[in-house]
């Protein structure tokens, strides 16, 4: 009989209008061989609404899915519980669900997706304390990359052996299939830019735009910009102010068979954040043979070469993006070397059933452990 795993994620309905890496994330490894090993009970805790809703309408929706947490560990007994988790109020949701687990000597594995989660924690000791407490509930920390598991073994008192490295498994088969067919470099083409998230200050959208706009003067290119969020009539008036149309086109959120048809299109994916954990869009670049150029922060520079599989830029540096953007639009050869080395990088490391076949060894062998200590 398959042991059953609960699992509290971003599982929102086909019509949610709720995007991001975490939701992708918990779509794809479902979609995998990991459903094979697994019985699984999902519990969605997507957010509901983008900007999130107030304190007290989120308090209720954590509350409610507390409730259904609780229940689900009664009524399905799982054999080991997976939640993700996002920064700040998650954290101690997902901690406060994380012990109850505990409690009933059931394996608990915590993958933290927060971007700036280390940083905040160092800055703040309050804070610190309160976010070792909550994850201290789990009995295993899943890690991103080299930083994260070194906060879970020198912060959060994990041991190596609990806290494994597991990437990001957003190499698709798909994205691979772009990338493995994308043909080369062809000279006087106009070359295509992507940015792909959330438009927000914080990721870096108005240095991306200051810094093209001077380009622009130079070069000949097209920036996509797909996504939504709160900076994005300030963008469009940007564009607009700097007579940029022609420069800058904006699609909005995009997913599926649309999503695939911009990655195979673009040449370069541009994501200048102020904070990230390891995001899953340059991870897609990469598979779809994209030349990535992203900011230095979280656990990209842990994982990611500079100049070899991306370009690393410092968040914040619209000087650090011309020079970036520079270097390849100057060198066909270059832009080929690092969407190649990215594409070699994203198929040996971060595809999706090798990701699946770490995440259920992992798993299994805390279920075994377990059992064992019962017998």
Same mark, same amino acid.
């Given at each position: ?20 890496? +975490? ?23 997507? *957010? ?21 947490? =609780? ?18 109020? =998650?954290?101690?949701?997902? /901690? ?51 930083? %994260? ?9 994990? &041991? ?8 990001? %498994? ?6 691979? @299939? ?10 006087? &083409?106009?070359? *295509? ?16 735009? &200051?810094?093209?706009?001077?380009? =622009? ?49 673009? @040449? ?8 990230? /954990? ?11 043979? +994209? ?10 520079? @842990?994982?990611?070469?500079?100049? *070899? ?8 540096? +619209? ?57």
């Amino acid at each position: 009989m398959k042991p059953k795993l609960l699992i509290v994620g971003s599982f929102p309905t086909g019509n949610s209008k709720i995007y991001g890496g +975490i939701a992708t994330t918990c779509k794809t490894l479902v979609s995998s061989s990991f459903k094979e090993s697994f019985k699984l009970v999902l519990i969605d805790s997507t *957010q509901r609404s983008n900007p999130p809703p107030r304190i007290f309408v989120r308090s209720l929706f954590a509350f409610r899915r507390f409730l259904r947490f =609780s229940l689900s560990l009664f009524w399905h007994r799982p054999d080991a519980v997976l939640l993700f988790a996002a920064d700040g109020a =998650s954290i101690l949701e997902k /901690g406060t669900m994380a012990w109850l687990a505990k409690t009933l000597m059931i394996p608990v594995f915590l993958f933290p997706r927060a971007a700036g989660l280390i940083d905040s924690v160092s800055a703040s000791r309050p804070r610190r304390v309160c976010v070792k407490i909550a994850m201290r509930g789990a009995t295993h920390i899943l890690c991103q990359g080299a930083s %994260w598991q070194r906060f879970a073994t020198n912060v959060l008192d994990f &041991h190596v052996s609990k806290s494994p490295i597991i990437f990001n %498994w957003s190499a698709t088969n798909e994205l691979l @299939d772009i990338g493995g067919s994308r043909t080369e470099y062809i000279p006087g &083409h106009r070359p *295509q830019l992507l940015f792909l998230g959330w438009l927000e200050k914080e990721k870096g959208i108005f240095e991306l735009l &200051h810094a093209l706009l001077i380009l =622009s003067k130079r070069y000949c290119f097209i920036l996509t910009i797909a996504g939504r969020g709160h900076a994005e009539m300030e963008a469009r008036d940007f564009v607009k102010d700097n007579n940029m149309e022609g420069v800058v086109k904006f699609v909005g959120w995009v997913e599926g068979a649309e999503k695939n048809a911009l990655m195979s299109k673009a @040449d370069i994916l541009v994501l200048p954040s102020w904070a990230e /954990g390891f995001p899953n869009v340059i991870i897609e670049a990469m598979a779809s043979k +994209i030349a990535v150029i992203v900011s230095r922060v979280g656990t990209v520079p @842990d994982i990611v070469v500079d100049k *070899q599989q991306a370009l690393l830029v410092a968040p914040k540096s +619209i000087e650090d993006l011309m020079l970036a953007f520079t270097t390849l639009l100057d060198s066909p050869a270059v832009l080929r070397s690092i969407a190649s080395n990215g594409y070699d990088f994203a198929r040996n490391n971060f595809s999706v059933e090798m990701g699946a076949k770490k995440m259920t060894l992992v798993i299994q062998r805390a279920i075994e452990e377990v059992k064992s200590k019962k017998s």
